[in-house]
């Protein structure tokens, strides 16, 4: 047993603002660590962080350290990974929560295997077993058709948690915390890559991994127009359009909208499945959504078996009277 204590989130920030995200780890680890009776840390980096870090604590944190450097103005693996060892030697916590994001799924693996650990990748739940005080990992496994609970015998134990799945808790300005400076310690001239263009993804309304209701299509939508139709009632329910490889490699939607193992994951409150047969690979990118419902012509799809309410009919014709009938509900 090592003599690491704590949990340390990763506060991911996002042009100048702590993230969504931040707060929902933020949330699980202060459960986490008040289970273990330990103290919860974030740690902030960037070129400008300093001015978050109340919000961090404010968001459940005891203490923050912060690593501000001009040269950690963009997310870079190199000098990321390298602040992220330091902080991590010198808070040396039990347990490190990253977000699933690109920036985590970069950043977890490497720093496990710089500090001689591993990383459980997307977790879904996390609890803290009562007899072992070990970290218990929940990910969904078998492309979202199975879940299983893991436990990693070194320390830190490292984890990615998938986006919406945790808590935050209401921010509480009058919280005290400690705020801990940590100096990046970076040396230009070693940083291997460099940041040319950043190009923003242009989301018309709104992103697919903040949406509330995502309405997906698949290759039974047979065209571009069919999506015209999604994009209709989902602007009704202040949602998002989603949708299956197929649709995408055919180019009748982005491929910035694909949901699955090579797409987004999403966890809305409803999603609506529109003529997607249910591939493992398509669940395992909405199978968290709190409920589903499904329109396909074959009664023997796989989405039914995943799906909570299911249409079997051509979505021509259901999908028509479907949104008639929620255009009526929203109206009254
Ligand atoms: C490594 C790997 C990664 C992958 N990653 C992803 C991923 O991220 N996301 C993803 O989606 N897929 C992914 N795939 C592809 C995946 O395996 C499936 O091929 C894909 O999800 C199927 O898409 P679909 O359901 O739209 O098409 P299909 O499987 O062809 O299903 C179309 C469905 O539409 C129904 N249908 C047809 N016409 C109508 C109609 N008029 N009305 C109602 N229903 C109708 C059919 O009954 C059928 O069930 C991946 C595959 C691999 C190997």
């Known amino acids: 047993m090592s003599d690491n204590k704590g949990v340390l989130v990763y506060g991911e920030v996002i042009e ?50 912060v690593v501000e450097d001009s040269l950690l103005e963009d997310y870079q693996t190199d000098t990321y990974v390298s602040v992220m060892e330091k902080v991590a030697g010198q808070a040396m916590p039990q347990v490190i929560i990253l977000g699933q994001t690109s920036v985590g799924r970069d950043l977890a693996p490497r720093l496990a295997f710089r500090l001689g650990t591993a990383a459980t990748m997307d977790c879904v739940a996390l609890s803290i077993d009562p007899d072992s005080k070990r970290l218990q990992q ?12 893991y436990t990693t015998d070194t320390d830190p134990q490292i984890v990615t948690v998938r986006a919406k799945v945790m808590e935050p808790l209401a921010p509480d300005a009058g919280r005290k915390g ?26 018309e309304g709104i992103k697919l991994e903040d949406a509330v209701v995502v309405i997906s299509g698949g290759r039974g939508i047979g065209g571009a127009e069919g999506f015209a139709q ?10 998002a359009v989603g949708a299956s490889r197929p649709a995408c490699d055919n180019e009748w ?11 987004k994951i999403v966890t809305p409150d409803l999603y609506i ?11 395992a990118g909405c199978s968290s959504s709190k409920t589903m419902i499904a329109i396909n012509k074959d009664p023997e ?32």
């Open 16 to 65: 100048g603002k702590l993230s969504g995200m931040a707060a929902e780890l933020l949330g699980c680890g202060r459960k986490l660590a008040d289970d273990l009776g330990q103290e919860l840390s974030a740690v902030l980096v960037g070129s400008e962080v300093s001015g978050l870090a109340q919000e961090a604590v404010a968001a459940g944190a005891d203490k923050v350290y």
């Open 178 to 203: 400690e705020v801990i400076n940590v100096e990046a310690g970076l040396d230009a001239a070693a940083i291997k890559t460099t940041v040319l263009e950043k190009v923003k993804e242009e989301v």
């Open 301 to 332: 799809a796989n989405i039914f078996r995943e799906a909570q309410y299911g249409v079997v009919g051509d979505w021509k014709k259901v999908f028509p009277a479907f949104a008639e009938k929620v255009k009526e509900l929203l109206a009254g």
């Open 230 to 239: 999604l994009q209709e009632l989902a602007k009704l329910f202040k949602g």
């Open 273 to 283: 499945a529109v003529g997607i047969s249910g591939a493992s690979q398509h669940l």
């Open 253 to 263: 939607i982005p491929d910035t909208q694909q949901v699955g193992l090579t797409g």
């Open 138 to 149: 929940t990910k969904p496994v078998y492309g979202g058709n199975a879940q299983a609970i």
